[in-house]
Protein backbone atom coordinates (compact mmCIF):
# COMPACT_ATOMS: atom_id res chain seq x y z
CA UNK A 1 0.00 0.00 0.00
CA UNK A 2 0.94 3.76 -0.60
CA UNK A 3 -0.55 6.17 0.89
CA UNK A 4 -0.64 9.62 -1.23
CA UNK A 5 -2.32 12.89 -1.77
CA UNK A 6 -3.44 14.53 -4.61
CA UNK A 7 -4.95 17.83 -5.39
CA UNK A 8 -8.88 18.63 -6.67
CA UNK A 9 -9.26 21.25 -9.68
CA UNK A 10 -10.19 23.86 -7.03
CA UNK A 11 -7.55 23.55 -4.44
CA UNK A 12 -7.86 20.85 -1.82
CA UNK A 13 -5.23 18.24 -0.85
CA UNK A 14 -7.11 14.71 0.04
CA UNK A 15 -5.60 11.41 1.08
CA UNK A 16 -5.68 8.18 -0.52
CA UNK A 17 -3.84 4.88 -0.61
CA UNK A 18 -2.88 3.20 -3.62
CA UNK A 19 -3.20 -1.06 -3.04
CA UNK A 20 -1.42 -3.30 -5.58
CA UNK A 21 0.41 -6.62 -5.65
CA UNK A 22 2.21 -8.73 -8.11
CA UNK A 23 0.24 -10.81 -10.02
CA UNK A 24 -2.28 -7.38 -11.11
CA UNK A 25 -2.67 -7.40 -14.69
CA UNK A 26 -6.31 -6.14 -15.08
CA UNK A 27 -7.97 -2.88 -14.58
CA UNK A 28 -7.66 -0.29 -11.89
CA UNK A 29 -10.46 -0.15 -9.35
CA UNK A 30 -11.68 3.28 -7.41
CA UNK A 31 -13.48 2.60 -4.27
CA UNK A 32 -15.87 5.39 -3.08
CA UNK A 33 -16.83 5.89 0.35
CA UNK A 34 -20.03 5.71 2.06
CA UNK A 35 -20.71 8.95 3.56
CA UNK A 36 -18.66 9.70 6.66
CA UNK A 37 -16.82 5.98 6.15
CA UNK A 38 -12.75 6.62 5.98
CA UNK A 39 -10.83 5.15 3.03
CA UNK A 40 -9.08 3.01 5.70
CA UNK A 41 -12.21 0.68 6.34
CA UNK A 42 -12.43 -0.07 2.66
CA UNK A 43 -7.98 -1.15 3.07
CA UNK A 44 -8.83 -5.57 3.48
CA UNK A 45 -11.26 -5.07 0.39
CA UNK A 46 -8.82 -3.08 -1.53
CA UNK A 47 -5.62 -5.41 -1.04
CA UNK A 48 -8.13 -7.86 -1.62
CA UNK A 49 -8.93 -6.96 -5.41
CA UNK A 50 -5.46 -6.61 -6.07
CA UNK A 51 -4.08 -9.70 -4.72
CA UNK A 52 -7.22 -11.21 -7.45
CA UNK A 53 -5.86 -9.50 -10.03
CA UNK A 54 -6.70 -5.78 -10.16
CA UNK A 55 -3.28 -3.83 -11.34
CA UNK A 56 -4.10 -1.15 -8.62
CA UNK A 57 -6.92 -0.11 -6.40
CA UNK A 58 -7.24 3.31 -4.36
CA UNK A 59 -9.12 4.50 -1.81
CA UNK A 60 -9.49 7.67 -1.04
CA UNK A 61 -11.58 10.28 1.71
CA UNK A 62 -13.61 13.13 0.68
CA UNK A 63 -13.03 16.71 1.39
CA UNK A 64 -13.68 17.12 5.46
CA UNK A 65 -13.32 13.91 6.13
CA UNK A 66 -9.71 13.93 7.88
CA UNK A 67 -7.17 16.37 9.45
CA UNK A 68 -8.39 19.93 10.07
CA UNK A 69 -10.44 22.40 8.35
CA UNK A 70 -10.52 26.47 8.46
CA UNK A 71 -14.08 27.51 9.60
CA UNK A 72 -14.01 29.35 6.24
CA UNK A 73 -13.79 26.12 3.82
CA UNK A 74 -16.11 24.17 5.98
CA UNK A 75 -18.89 26.78 5.07
CA UNK A 76 -17.64 26.43 1.53
CA UNK A 77 -17.90 22.97 1.32
CA UNK A 78 -20.60 20.84 -0.18
CA UNK A 79 -21.44 17.26 0.29
CA UNK A 80 -21.67 17.52 -4.10
CA UNK A 81 -18.50 18.41 -4.13
CA UNK A 82 -17.61 14.71 -3.06
CA UNK A 83 -18.99 13.61 -6.37
CA UNK A 84 -18.44 17.11 -8.62
CA UNK A 85 -14.74 17.76 -7.23
CA UNK A 86 -13.68 15.00 -5.27
CA UNK A 87 -14.42 11.46 -7.29
CA UNK A 88 -13.12 13.11 -10.57
CA UNK A 89 -9.90 13.97 -8.89
CA UNK A 90 -9.78 10.48 -7.63
CA UNK A 91 -10.01 9.34 -11.26
CA UNK A 92 -7.75 12.04 -12.31
CA UNK A 93 -4.86 10.98 -10.19
CA UNK A 94 -5.23 7.13 -11.30
CA UNK A 95 -5.61 7.04 -14.79
CA UNK A 96 -2.54 9.37 -14.74
CA UNK A 97 -0.55 6.73 -12.57
CA UNK A 98 -1.67 4.00 -15.32
CA UNK A 99 -2.55 5.86 -18.46
CA UNK A 100 -3.29 2.39 -20.31
CA UNK A 101 -5.59 0.61 -17.95
CA UNK A 102 -9.12 0.00 -17.98
CA UNK A 103 -10.94 1.60 -14.91
CA UNK A 104 -13.55 0.53 -12.47
CA UNK A 105 -15.36 2.18 -10.22
CA UNK A 106 -16.77 0.37 -7.03
CA UNK A 107 -19.01 3.01 -4.47
CA UNK A 108 -20.55 2.04 -1.20
CA UNK A 109 -23.47 4.31 -0.27
CA UNK A 110 -22.92 7.71 -1.04
CA UNK A 111 -20.06 6.84 -3.28
CA UNK A 112 -22.61 4.18 -5.78
CA UNK A 113 -24.76 7.56 -5.90
CA UNK A 114 -21.93 9.73 -7.10
Do not use: C, N
Not at 35 to 62: I, K, N, S
Request: charged fraction near 20%; charge should be neutral; glycine fraction near 12%.
Amino acid sequence: MEDITFKTADGWELPGSIFTSAVGKGPVVLISAATGVPRRFYRHYAQYLADEGAQAVMTYDYRGMTGTITQAQARSMRMSDWAIRDMPAAIGTLMQRYPDASLRGIGHSFGGQA
